[in-house]
T-cell receptor, first 113, second 116 residues
Framework: SAVISQKPSRDICQRGTSLTIQCQVD?????MFWYRQQPGQSLTLIAT?????????ESGFVIDKFPISRPNLTFSTLTVSNMSPEDSSIYLC??????????FGQGTRLTVV | AQKITQTQPGMFVQEKEAVTLDCTYD???????LFWYKQPSSGEMIFLIY??????QNATEGRYSLNFQKARKSANLVISASQLGDSAMYFC?????????????FGDGTTLTVKP
């Protein structure tokens, strides 16, 4: 199984500020995925991060709001920019293993006040 | 487009009994994978079980089994001998393997409560 270290595990942030979430994987992976889970809801894919190219964003998510970095095959960051209370969610990174398994980081529980 | 439907917002089960969580899906792809995850109150997503569209046998992992009925497009999770620690949110997810590689679509989830 893949080990994904995600941090911070939780944070309380002031509106208008930005938070960068980090994910470190214990082995090289081609694609990393970032999801948002709003309170009481399911997971929604924000973007797919490939090493060496720009992230691919899903409908409703834009790079200015959620910039992503993927400097190498084991690491990625997601920044939530200019936060508002509506950004309060759990943010999760995920990687695949042989398409039959998908592993998630521990999640970042973000509260914007 | 792929879609996952979980029609049970909440389920209750007595400890030590079995419970079935429903999941139906829709896809036009012939090659896809179905997943179940457990999310406890801590928020982490725990992978439970996987079923490939071409797998002939239903997947099993310990107390978890997947009742895969391809013609009906259903992939129900069966948890046997429920334990108090099974109380959590459960998500069904699907990934089309020929396209959108790696991107998963999730259902709305089912909250399972195990009663002592």
């Amino acid at each position: 199984s893949a080990v994904i270290s995600q941090k911070p595990s939780r944070d309380i942030c002031q509106r208008g500020t930005s938070l960068t979430i980090q994910c470190q994987v214990d082995s090289q992976v081609t694609m990393m995925f970032w999801y948002r889970q709003q309170p009481g809801q399911s997971l929604t894919l924000i973007a797919t991060a490939n090493q060496g190219s720009e992230a691919t964003y899903e409908s409703g998510f834009v790079i200015d709001k959620f910039p992503i970095s993927r400097p190498n095959l084991t690491f990625s960051t997601l920044t939530v920019s200019n936060m508002s209370p509506e950004d309060s969610s759990i943010y999760l990174c995920s990687v695949d293993r042989a398409r039959k398994q998908a592993f998630f980081g521990q999640g970042t529980r973000l509260t914007v006040v | 487009a792929q879609k996952i439907t979980q029609t049970q917002p909440g389920m209750f089960v007595q400890e030590k009994e079995a419970v079935t969580l429903d999941c139906t899906y829709d896809t036009s792809d012939q090659s896809y994978g179905l997943f179940w995850y457990k999310q406890p109150s801590s928020g982490e997503m725990i992978f439970l079980i996987y079923q490939g569209s071409y797998d002939e046998q239903n997947a099993t992992e310990g107390r978890y089994s997947l009742n895969f009925q391809k013609a009906r497009k259903s992939a129900n999770l069966v948890i046997s001998a429920s334990q108090l620690g099974d109380s959590a949110m459960y998500f069904c997810a699907m990934r089309e393997l020929n396209t959108n590689a790696g991107k998963s679509t999730f259902g709305d989830g089912t909250t399972l409560t195990v009663k002592p």
